[in-house]
């Protein structure tokens, strides 16, 4: 993921410009425009074969989403302002942390706002997890064209329900694959309204199974033959009421719970930011798991085995332990 105001990229000797469409600067010249918003700036770029990269950006605070082939290219948009997304469901003011490839699919991380809440005591953010096919190509003229077929969503989960404890508002992710997709761990760093912060580990396999075998939320009665979501070689050629219902009903009823069922780490002092996980052989081969959690300041935690360190990126020395981490 970077962040680049019309960018040039030369992708293995092909020079490729993303600079905002004249249609799209004059619509939004019609409002209300600072220069720094009247740019095109880049905020990701996924490798999804050899032959195609994603690229999303601003596009003047309407943002779109490109496939960028070898020797051609094809608009797929994201939406039509810069609060909402148009993935196939409605996003409410989303904000994306991070995009991971699995096999065939892609996750995306992200938080948006809840839909229809106005108690001032509830957290208006949510944490989201999604994923689309790396194949999928939109559908057909008729059907979601040029709109994924295969996105899905299902809520993130991180709590401590005991203490009535709620992390709803995903921040950062770290992947720790293994040879196994199952067998793949995800950590990543939630925050709530009162500044505190938490980290709960996924398995990816439990991800995996929720999109496989979770019925569809707001839905009751007969899923399509052909399962909503499910990877094909051409997109185009999905069941018209597979698409259908899938543009309707795209959010999973069952949530993705972190092993354990709760955070593996509190912090109610220090606001992290930023995670990266390691993982370290020691004697016996015994594999260890390390976590380098980053603050806005200048300082980083490196925990294993529920231990922290506070280190200073300005000696990169380790101090005392961080006692107030649970």
């Known amino acids: 993921i ?40 880049i905020t990701v770029l996924q490798r999804l074969d050899e032959n195609k990269i994603l690229v999303c950006g601003t596009n003047a605070q309407i943002p ?28 409410l003011e ?27 005591e ?6 989201r997890i999604a994923r689309v096919c790396k194949a999928d190509k939109g559908g057909s003229e008729s059907d979601l064209f040029n709109k994924w077929t295969t996105f899905l969503k299902a809520r993130l989960v991180c709590s401590l329900p005991s203490q009535n404890l709620h992390f709803n508002r995903v921040e950062d992710v770290s992947i720790d694959k293994s040879n196994m997709s199952s067998e793949t761990r995800v950590y990543g760093i939630f925050s709530n309204r009162w500044n505190s912060t938490a980290v709960c580990v996924y398995s990816m396999g439990d991800i995996l199974n929720v999109f496989k075998n979770s019925n569809f939320k707001g839905f009751t009665g007969k899923i399509p033959d052909h399962r909503p979501g499910t990877c094909v070689a051409d997109s185009q050629r999905v069941p018209r009421d597979t698409l259908i219902f899938i ?28 995670i990266v996980v390691d993982r370290i052989v020691g004697k016996a081969g ?41």
Request: charged share 15%; aromatic share 14%.
């Open 122 to 127: 509830v957290d208006p953010w949510i944490s």
């Open 94 to 120: 989303p904000i994306f942390t991070n995009f991971v490839q699995s096999d065939d699919l892609i996750f995306m991380f992200f938080r948006e706002k809840r839909v229809g809440t106005k108690n001032w």
């Open 286 to 326: 015994l594999i260890s798991h390390v976590l380098y959690l980053a603050t806005g300041r200048s300082w980083y935690y490196m925990c294993k085995l529920f231990l922290c360190l506070e280190i200073t990126l300005g000696y990169m020395l380790p101090t005392k332990p961080v006692t107030p981490v649970q």
């Open 247 to 274: 543009s309707r009903h795209p959010e999973m009823e069952q949530p993705i719970n972190p092993i354990g069922g709760k955070p593996i780490i509190i912090s109610k002092q220090h606001y992290f930011k930023k």
């Open 2 to 41: 970077c962040s680049c105001a019309n960018p040039w990229y030369l992708l293995l000797l092909i020079l490729v410009s993303l600079p905002f469409s004249s249609l799209t600067l004059v619509t939004f010249l019609a409002s209300v425009c600072f220069q720094e918003y009247c740019e095109n700036i």
């Open 64 to 91: 779109k989403c490109w496939h960028l082939l070898f020797g051609h290219w094809a608009l797929c948009r994201l939406g039509h302002s810069s609060v909402t997304c148009d993935l196939v469901s409605s996003c």
